[in-house]
T-cell receptor, first 113, second 116 residues
Framework: GENVEQHPSTLSVQEGDSAVIKCTYSDSASNYFPWYKQELGKRPQLIIDIRSNVGEKKDQRIAVTLNKTAKHFSLHITETQPEDSAVYFCAASGGTNAGKSTFGDGTTLTVKP | GAVVSQHPSWVICKSGTSVKIECRSLDFQATTMFWYRQFPKQSLMLMATSNEGSKATYEQGVEKDKFLINHASLTLSTLTVTSAHPEDSSFYIC????????????FGPGTRLTVL
């Protein structure tokens, strides 16, 4: 089945700096890669996603890049703000386990004011 | 749009009792719903995939007789934790997939279960 590895597990940045979180996946057939933000005690919220036919997608301060050959994708947050502090999860789906999402272990992002 | 509700948001029960958790898609039809379990500071662990009108598919290691899942309509799936024990205490989250949006999953707010 699919295996997703996420790095780093914790990330601390100064307000205004950029943050980058990276994920690798094992199933070359996976074709959908969402990113979720989860605040303490709350539900994961989809913040951006990318499909395998696209290399990059941007939504205001958030961008995701995908390298299918290397089987890795990354989340980029620019001009970070304290409210960006949360746990971020990457996921992969659509491969041999079609429909099911495999999640990374999460990255705890702290943005210091 | 794409709102998923979950009820109850928290529940405390005695060991040996059963607890039912409901997951509803409020403004879309969800042919597939997923049930996850999340321990503190850990990732989401998929327990089972629930398809409307058919039996749920459980992940390896998840006891289907303990975690009963029913998906009777396109907007409702239920998870029943039978004969709950303290080790079943956890945060249970459902998600629903909008068939029109293919793979996109929307999560419910979660249910905090504490078994005494």
């Amino acid at each position: 089945g699919e295996n997703v590895e996420q790095h780093p597990s914790t990330l601390s940045v100064q307000e205004g700096d950029s943050a980058v979180i990276k994920c690798t996946y094992s199933d070359s057939a996976s074709n959908y890669f969402p990113w979720y933000k989860q605040e303490l005690g709350k539900r994961p919220q989809l913040i951006i996603d990318i499909r395998s036919n696209v290399g990059e997608k941007k939504d205001q301060r958030i961008a995701v890049t995908l390298n299918k050959t290397a089987k890795h994708f990354s989340l980029h947050i620019t001009e970070t703000q304290p409210e960006d502090s949360a746990v971020y999860f990457c996921a992969a789906s659509g491969g041999t386990n079609a429909g099911k999402s495999t999640f990374g272990d999460g990255t705890t992002l702290t943005v210091k004011p | 749009g794409a709102v998923v509700s979950q009820h109850p948001s928290w529940v405390i029960c005695k060991s040996g009792t059963s607890v039912k958790i409901e997951c509803r898609s409020l403004d879309f039809q969800a042919t597939t719903m997923f049930w996850y379990r999340q321990f503190p500071k850990q990732s989401l662990m998929l327990m089972a995939t629930s398809n409307e009108g058919s039996k749920a598919t459980y992940e390896q290691g998840v006891e289907k007789d303990k975690f009963l899942i029913n998906h009777a309509s396109l907007t409702l799936s239920t998870l029943t934790v039978t004969s709950a024990h303290p080790e079943d205490s956890s945060f249970y989250i459902c998600s629903a997939r909008d068939w029109a949006l293919r793979d996109t999953q929307y999560f419910g707010p979660g249910t905090r279960l504490t078994v005494l």
